[in-house]
Every structure is written in C-alpha cells, then in structure tokens.
C-alpha cells in the first residue's frame, strides 16, 4: 500500500498494528510528486494507493482539478 506523508496518524498506526505493508510518498502543499507517483504505480509493486484529495490531513489542502485527473487517469491505466 502507498500512502502519502504525512497522513492520518490513527490511520498509518492501524497499518503497522495489523502488519500491512506500506510505504509513503512525500506530500507537501503542491499535493505529491506526480512523477514519482506514476513511477511507483508502473513499477507493479503498488497494488493500493491511499490518498486524501480534499482536505488533508494534516496539512488541509486539496488537489487541484488537474491533479485529481492525474491521480484517476493512473489507477485506470496501471
């Protein structure tokens, strides 16, 4: 599972209580790294991607119209 940083604490403690593998990707103000994203997604290791489009949390930010787009385009073509 793929999910960003920082996330939801309760929700990445409940992971690691239930040993589900998991690995972050880095999500900042501008939403995550597009690029790296789709690199990880090809790379077929990814079979599940948790992610908070509209008001994260913590950081209260959303996706743009473009990013959700991205995101959508990605779990239809991997």
């Known amino acids: 599972m793929l999910i960003e940083q920082p996330g939801y604490h309760l929700f990445i403690e409940h992971l690691l209580t239930h040993g589900v593998p998991a690995r972050?990707?880095?999500?900042?103000?501008?939403?995550v790294d597009m690029d790296e994203l789709e690199r990880l997604f090809r790379s077929g290791t990814i079979k599940f991607f948790y992610t908070?489009?509209?008001?994260?949390?913590?950081l209260g930010i959303s996706?743009?119209?473009e990013q959700k787009k991205r995101d959508r385009r990605l779990s239809r073509e991997v």
């Open 24 to 31: 972050g990707i880095t999500r900042t103000a501008e939403g």
């Open 52 to 58: 908070m489009p509209r008001l994260h949390n913590p």
């Open 63 to 65: 996706y743009t119209k």
